[in-house]
């Protein structure tokens, strides 16, 4: 294996020099750079910062024209190096792309001659964890967000509730309050703000027709009956309106000017009120979201957009309001690559909706899986109105053991055409073999991503709701998870 391929993920363009030159320990910086990145150039690029006239300098500039957005040129010779950012995100991963290099050559003595041209394949790159089957404590929460930001990804997506869990407290209401690890919406403001500092958006999701068991365990009267696969959907009716821009207006308070909410309306049945209009349809239900997120808008002077579901058949949105939505189809296993192959065909368009692609693994695959999201990725990259891909990690919340979802996935969403020697790999194991040399390597050099120190972090192991381990293996972590009546408890993969 190629040296180069130890970086991670693979710059779209790489050119070597000539030759090398001795390892700078002591490095001048001229250009502005946030107190974090300093901080990884000392502990982890091994760079002794200084002001000194024999220091090798390296120079740091934002220059809109030099890249596409969040794209950075890195150079390097013996005469000094330089990074130019197309923003502040470029900027950004440049220097992760040079903490990269400076951990593969520090024992050589050496650094390499090299010019780097690198650029982000789609302008969102996800990961989403579900806080409505497992928990993530906020300490984790925090570290998974420093995490993304080493793998050049840009948004974390918060699941928040489901029909096992709530996995947050709101002001006022008794959501939550029987998940002892549920965040508040403080620790929401708190963690907006944090990931903010790291160049990732936190995308809320509210679930606003189906997966609502958690919710109405409270609010019985909002039961409309039982969802797709138990739990239980919404009653559509005002109360159920009115409960959900409480609920929202909330959310939308602690975030920042420009974002996005998700509503999830995935995998939900139909169960009208009886104040609504005769002949109410999902469509109706559809508008009357976009219009509360509208007014909420006003009232805050913000511009929040609206994602949900596509589900299994599509979602019919309004004509006239589909330029304010986005709509995320999935597809979570590799053996049904043709089915996500028609997915990217259906929604891929010049005059068709913004859509994001749904990768990642279902709470059905007990290992990490990359091979969906390289799929979606690799079909998609030239889609005329995809937004990006989310690496969805559903059900579970032992990242440690399946983290090769996470950093396989990161690879493909920044670089899809990578010319590797593992990039087009269709067999597990063969993948595993070059791709784990890497993961502990890069695990090594990052602290942030010792599984030890994840486990440690991750509170109990859940999953859909219930203990997967100890003395309460297999008992509900909290009622809301017994009433929802979804746990199943048998092995996906032979059954």
């Not at 502990?43 to 390296?58: D, E, M, S, V, W």
């Not at 996800?126 to 967000?145: A, E, H, N, Q, S």
């Not at 007014?295 to 589900?311: C, E, P, Q, S």
């Not at 068709?352 to 990359?370: D, E, L, N, T, Y």
């Amino acid at each position: 294996m190629k040296i180069y391929e130890y970086l991670w993920p693979y710059p779209q363009e790489l050119k070597t020099g000539r030759g090398s030159f001795p390892f700078p320990r002591e490095i001048r910086l001229t250009g502005q750079l946030p107190a974090n990145l300093k901080e990884d150039l000392k502990k982890i690029g091994k760079f002794r910062i200084t002001g000194g006239r024999n220091a090798y300098p390296l120079k740091l500039k934002i220059d809109r024209k030099s890249a596409r957005p969040e794209g950075y040129v890195l150079k390097l010779s013996a005469s000094g190096a330089s990074l130019a950012g197309a923003d502040k995100h470029g900027l950004s991963y440049g220097i992760q792309t040079l903490l990269q290099l400076s951990n593969l050559f520090i024992k050589e003595g050496v650094l390499p001659e090299l010019t780097i041209r690198d650029w982000p394949a789609f302008k969102k790159r996800c990961f989403m964890v579900d806080m409505g089957r497992t928990v993530f404590p906020m300490p984790l929460l925090k570290r998974i967000v420093r995490i993304l930001s080493r793998l050049k990804m840009n948004q974390l997506h918060l699941h928040l509730y489901d029909d096992e869990l709530c996995g947050i407290r709101f002001k006022g209401l008794p959501f939550g309050k029987e998940n002892p690890h549920a965040i508040t919406i403080a620790g929401l403001k708190e963690l907006i703000e944090y990931a903010g500092g790291y160049n990732i958006e936190v995308i809320p999701e509210l679930e606003a027709w189906g997966h609502a068991n958690s919710i109405t365990y409270h609010r019985t009267d909002l039961i409309g009956g039982t969802g797709k696969f138990g739990g239980s959907s919404f009653l559509i009716c005002e109360k159920t309106f009115e409960l959900m821009k409480e609920l929202m207006e909330q959310v939308i308070r602690v975030m920042p000017p420009e974002g996005h909410i998700h509503l999830g309306l995935d995998e939900a049945k139909w169960y009208p009120g009886p104040d609504l209009p005769e002949g109410y349809k999902p469509e109706d239900m559809i508008r009357r979201y976009h219009d509360i997120l509208h007014g909420l808008n006003r009232k805050y002077n913000k511009k929040i957009k609206m994602i949900v579901w596509a589900d299994s058949g599509g979602r019919p949105i309004p004509k006239d309001i589909q330029h304010n939505i986005i709509i995320q189809p999935w597809g979570y296993w590799n053996v049904r690559a043709d089915d996500i192959s028609a997915k990217v065909a259906r929604y891929s368009g010049k005059n068709k909706m913004k859509w994001i692609a749904g990768g990642g693994q279902s709470m059905g695959i007990p290992r990490g899986s990359f091979h969906a999201t390289r799929q979606w990725c690799k079909k998609a990259m030239r889609s005329p109105n995809i937004e990006g891909v989310n690496i969805t990690f559903w059900g579970w919340n032992d990242l440690e053991n399946k983290f090769i979802s996470l950093f396989g996935g990161a690879y493909y969403l920044w670089n899809p055409s990578a010319k590797t020697e593992f990039a087009d790999l269709e067999d597990y194991e063969d993948f595993d073999s070059r791709v784990f040399r890497i993961l502990f390597r890069w695990q090594g050099n990052f602290r942030d991503a010792f599984p030890s120190d994840i486990a440690r972090e991750r509170g109990p192991l859940v999953c859909g709701g219930y203990y997967y381990w100890g003395n309460r293996h297999l008992k509900p972590y909290a009622p809301t998870a017994a009433a929802a009546g979804t746990f199943k408890g048998h092995d996906y993969q032979n059954d």
